[in-house]
């Protein structure tokens, strides 16, 4: 009996010791760090997970509503290669109106039904739903890529959690920017990847790259991306300097699987970006001696002394209307928690290897570059150098990168804490860190009345329009963060001293530095969150009156809201076609003539087939204005527009731009043509052109002209895209009054027809299903092998 206990007993043993070795495993790890990224998202978007609530207060996020709704009905028709809603019509998915993601193998529908079963709310908004998930999955790379750091899987937790819960990312869904949050998300992935391949230069690990690759690049940011590429590309140098001394043969394979990867990571994005890039000279991001000017570009420039905000987070303002900073406004500190930058700073000092020393690099490199105008030593030689670089603005953007690295730093920080223990620990610094930054807040608040004329006088300096009233408040939001972070400062320093202390164990000091950490910035980001009721978005998107009256015209036509009732995308929603919009890579031909001739001249508002004007005030004094719908906001007729098509009798040639917008001032659009260079016109005689059929992709005209003539047509010329033929005989299309397209008929009675097609769309779908192919059938053969050695 008792040889039978004793047995019983030792079988109980190893259950218990089964049971307890099962949470050791990596996949169970993994799994158990995603329920806690998963119900950390949950609490903190609560609002919009469980109730009915979406983010509609933000405009930004209406506008982008609006740009993906009306593109999506695009798609409805075909892929939405023009939209005719802003502008005056311009390139959808090229000017990248339209989720890139969307032109994949993908089937999103099944997709977006998957992650609606992780965010139950079925009233919730499909693109909430979707940035909801990518918070999750930002978690969950960074997590993979700190294991495989070799970092503990508490720790890979901790690191996820300080990226993913960044302010940087937290303001993104509010503020309209879901795009950015998508490409973020995959950022610590595509370094995953490419520390992987070159380590072990297997085709598995290739195949992962390219895909990681191919889906940062469709996440919908460009700029992120590149900014992935870049931080790989780092990589690879660091990687190939140590291989210099030891496995330098190795190199050149390395070198190629990158270049490769990358190439094949666009071809799998190909169907998306090959339009994007063609467009690239056409837009104001490539039209201008190829890029941006350089104080557009450098608008949002990163000031050193910003660098405060690290520490205290409202030290220039909280964002929005309370920021008096040096950009021209920003909507979130840069903030990244007390936590995660003590122990960040504890790794520089205390851990020295190989990837804390690379993430330091990445982090001082993107911090240089953030600065921009204000100290050009990385920025100017990149922005007159690099390939693409000069087509970004906003250089603050690249401090994503420091986010980045900062988590990846306090992770090799805590793991270093956890190597000191048992041994001679530094705890007299430690204390005395801790000591002296509450001192610091002390002194400050003792100091109060000389600390708020330093910091009221800056005020005015940077921002003299700054209500005086609002000072106080502003310098008691500062001195309010300074105590937080001191605290939580000396909290995190306490917790490391009890743990080398032996008073608190490895497994209680993470979770507790993780509740600092999260308690830190979740103060932060409420702010930065603002739910509203989906009332207001349904309230939103309902037609006013003038949209209803306008929606009963006969098309096609153009309105001008020449008022700010509603953002300029909105009418959009409702199908009505608009000569202005609110976009950040309008056509470049459109900006020039907004620059040189202005939006308010009649001229272009007629030529624009403007046929409707809508504003806030009384415009009847304007003999070509005629009231057609009294109200808020009225509504005018313009007698003066032209139609979508008519024929010219004389034609002006001006080769150079400024003599054509000079031109275009006080010229009638009636009877005159500007042309850009000579064109063969037989006689010059006027006629008729009738519309007889009309689609985003397709005109046909009839004209009528008992000679030669030149035919105008109120759209936007891209020569790209559209084609012209009369009589089904292909025909050139001339730029015509700086933006718009003509066409050469001649006597009689002809059908003109432009067609808008696109061979690059096609070849980028052939080439994304070449690259899509190759990549899941390594991997399903990869897959097959591992299954067939189980």
């Given at each position: ?17 089964k049971?307890?070795?099962?949470i ?8 158990i ?8 998202i949950i ?11 979406d983010?509609?207060?933000?405009p930004d ?7 993906i709704?009306?593109?999506a009905?695009?798609?409805?028709e ?14 959808c998915?090229?000017s990248?109106?339209y989720?890139?993601?969307t032109?994949?193998f ?6 977006e039904r998957?992650?609606a ?5 079925p009233?919730?908004d499909?693109?909430?739903?979707l940035?909801?998930f990518?918070f999750?999955m ?12 070799r ?12 990226y ?5 990312l937290?303001a993104?869904p ?22 992987r391949?070159?380590e072990?230069?297997k ?5 992962l ?24 590309g780092?990589y ?17 394979l ?6 490769a990867g990358v ?10 970006y090959?339009?994007?890039?063609e467009y ?6 490539g ?12 608008n949002w ?32 500190p ?5 936590a995660?930058?003590?122990?960040a700073v504890?790794a520089?000092?205390l851990a ?8 330091l ?5 993107a ?7 204000y ?8 922005f ?13 953007m690249?401090q ?5 690295s ?48 330093a ?13 005086v ?14 105590w937080?972070?001191?605290?939580f400062?000396g909290a ?8 080398l202390?032996r008073?608190v ?8 530095l993780?509740?600092l ?5 979740w103060v ?5 969150i603002?739910?509203a ?10 037609p006013t ?7 009963a ?12 009732i509603?953002?300029?995308n ?6 009505l076609?608009s ?9 470049k031909r459109y900006q020039?003539i ?24 009384d415009l ?11 109200g ?38 009636r009877?005159?043509?500007i042309?850009?260079?000579?064109i ?5 005689t006027g006629?008729e ?6 689609s ?34 292909e ?8 933006l718009?397209?003509g066409v ?7 059908e003109v ?9 096609r070849a980028g ?9 190759g ?5 399903g ?9 189980m």
């Amino acid at each position: 009996m008792k040889k039978k206990s004793s047995s019983g007993k030792s079988l109980a043993k190893k259950a218990v010791s089964k049971k307890k070795l099962s949470i050791e495993k990596p996949s169970i790890q993994f799994l158990i760090a995603l329920l806690i990224f998963y119900l950390l998202i949950i609490v903190f978007f609560n609002k919009l997970v469980f109730q009915r609530f979406d983010l509609a207060s933000s405009p930004d996020f209406l506008s982008g509503v609006v740009l993906i709704e009306s593109s999506a009905k695009l798609a409805e028709e075909g892929a939405p290669l023009w939209s005719p809603y802003f502008f005056g019509g311009m390139p959808c998915m090229a000017s990248v109106q339209y989720p890139l993601f969307t032109y994949t193998f993908f089937n999103w529908g099944v997709v977006e039904r998957i992650i609606a079963v992780l965010f139950i709310n079925p009233m919730m908004d499909s693109n909430i739903r979707l940035m909801l998930f990518h918070f999750l999955m930002a978690g969950a790379f960074t997590y993979l890529l700190a294991r495989s750091l070799r970092m503990s899987w508490l720790v890979s937790i901790f690191a996820g959690l300080i990226y993913m819960f960044t302010p940087q990312l937290i303001a993104l869904p509010n503020v309209g920017h879901g795009s950015k949050l998508f490409t973020c998300a995959y950022i610590p992935l595509v370094l995953l990847t490419v520390k992987r391949m070159l380590e072990r230069r297997k085709l598995l690990d290739f195949a992962l790259f390219v895909l990681a690759v191919g889906m940062t690049l469709l996440s919908f940011h460009v700029q992120m991306a590149f900014y992935a590429l870049l931080a790989g590309g780092m990589y690879l140098v660091w990687s190939v300097i140590f291989d210099i001394k030891g496995q330098s043969r190795a190199i050149p394979l390395k070198v190629v699987l990158f270049v490769a990867g990358v190439a094949l990571g666009f071809g799998f994005a190909a169907s998306a970006y090959l339009p994007v890039y063609e467009y690239t000279p056409y837009s104001i991001r490539g039209g201008s001696e190829g890029g941006l000017d350089w104080d557009y570009a450098t608008n949002w420039s990163f000031h050193p002394l910003e660098s405060l905000t690290y520490v205290v987070p409202s030290f220039f303002g909280f964002g929005g209307s309370t920021y008096w900073g040096y950009m021209p406004f920003t909507d979130m500190p840069l903030y990244w928690g007390m936590a995660a930058l003590v122990l960040a700073v504890m790794a520089a000092i205390l851990a020295r290897n190989r990837m804390v020393t690379f993430f330091l690099i990445l982090f001082f490199f993107a911090w240089i570059v953030s600065f921009g105008k204000y100290f050009p030593i990385l920025f100017k030689p990149m922005f007159e150098l690099m390939p693409f670089f000069k087509s970004f603005r906003v250089p603050v953007m690249i401090q994503i990168l420091m986010v980045f690295s900062i988590a990846m730093l306090a992770g090799y920080g805590l793991e270093k804490v956890k190597e000191m223990a048992g041994k001679s620990a530094p705890l007299k610094p430690i204390l005395y860190t801790a000591g002296g930054i509450l001192a610091a807040a002390v002194v400050m608040s003792v100091l109060y009345s000389p600390f708020q004329s330093a910091v009221t006088g800056w005020i005015k300096t940077i921002r003299p329009q700054m209500p005086v009233q609002a000072h106080a408040q502003l310098f008691n939001m500062l001195l309010g963060d300074l105590w937080k972070g001191a605290i939580f400062a000396g909290a995190v320093l306490g917790l490391v001293y009890l743990f080398l202390k032996r008073k608190v164990n490895f497994n209680l000091l993470v979770p507790l530095l993780s509740l600092l950490l999260l308690i830190d910035l979740w103060v932060v980001n409420r702010n930065l969150i603002n739910p509203a009721p989906q009332a207001n978005m349904q309230a939103y998107l309902q037609p006013t009156p003038a949209v209803n009256f306008l929606r009963a015209q006969g098309k096609p036509f153009r309105v001008y809201p020449a008022d700010r009732i509603r953002p300029q995308n909105w009418y959009g929603y409702f199908g009505l076609e608009s000569i202005d919009g609110y976009l950040g890579t309008k056509m470049k031909r459109y900006q020039e003539i907004l620059d040189g001739v202005g939006l308010n001249n009649f001229n272009l508002i007629n030529m624009l087939n403007a046929r409707y004007i809508l504003s806030d005030r009384d415009l009847s004094s304007l003999p070509n204005l005629e009231l057609a719908m009294d109200g808020q906001q009225k509504v005018y007729l313009n007698k003066t527009a032209l139609p979508r098509a008519w024929l010219v009798k004389d034609i002006v040639i001006l080769p150079q731009l400024e003599d054509r917008l000079e031109y275009l001032k006080a010229f009638n659009p009636r009877t005159e043509a500007i042309v850009e260079q000579p064109i063969d016109l037989p006689s010059k005689t006027g006629g008729e052109a009738e519309i007889l059929s009309w689609s985003p992709l397709e005109v046909r005209v009839k004209t009528r002209s008992a000679g030669g003539s030149f035919l105008a047509l109120s759209e936007v010329y891209y020569p790209p895209y559209w084609k012209a033929r009369v009589d089904g005989k292909e025909t050139r299309i001339y730029p015509t009054n700086q933006l718009l397209r003509g066409v050469v008929v001649p006597a009689g009675e002809h059908e003109v027809v432009f067609k808008c097609e696109s061979v690059v769309y096609r070849a980028g779908w052939a080439v994304h299903w070449i690259v899509f192919a190759g990549v899941f059938i390594v991997m399903g053969v990869s897959l097959f092998r591992r299954l067939k050695r189980m």
